[in-house]
């Protein structure tokens, strides 16, 4: 009816505008037909080889090879939790308590204490060459 082969007009599906009231037909998509659309597109894709297109693994595989094993460990904390301080005694009572300076610019502290290391100046040298 409008050129769309897997839609049809359905008798029982109207729509109302309620500030103009007027009705229309809504088209019906024919499940039946797009699915069978799809299994045949998929069988199309199988025959040209096309599915390996998916199945080619991640594009950096091919350069790693014989590289060194990279073990990234979670660093993630198990628990954080907020603390809420009334007064400049009160925070300095926690220091104490926890042994870390908390200043001004303090966002957050680990504990016990930890060195935050960094990796982003660091790379990897083959000695044996």
């Known amino acids: 009816m409008n050129g769309i082969p897997e ?3 359905s008798e029982g599906v109207q729509s109302v505008n309620p500030i103009i009231g007027i009705e229309k037909k809504r088209p019906r998509v024919n499940l039946k037909r797009k699915r069978n659309l799809i299994r045949k597109g998929d069988k199309e ?17 091919e350069d790693w090879q014989g590289m060194p094993e990279f073990v990234q460990n979670d660093e ?6 907020y603390v809420h301080f009334k007064n400049k005694e009160d925070i300095k009572a926690f220091e104490l308590l926890v042994k870390q300076r908390i200043t001004s610019e303090t966002k957050s502290i680990w504990y016990p204490k930890v060195t935050i290391e960094r990796y982003i100046d660091k790379q990897y040298t083959d000695i044996a060459k």
């Open 7 to 9: 839609v049809q007009m």
């Open 45 to 61: 894709m199988k025959e040209d080889n096309q599915g390996t297109l998916f199945n080619k693994g991640e594009w950096w595989e």
């Open 76 to 81: 993630a904390p198990v628990k954080t939790i």
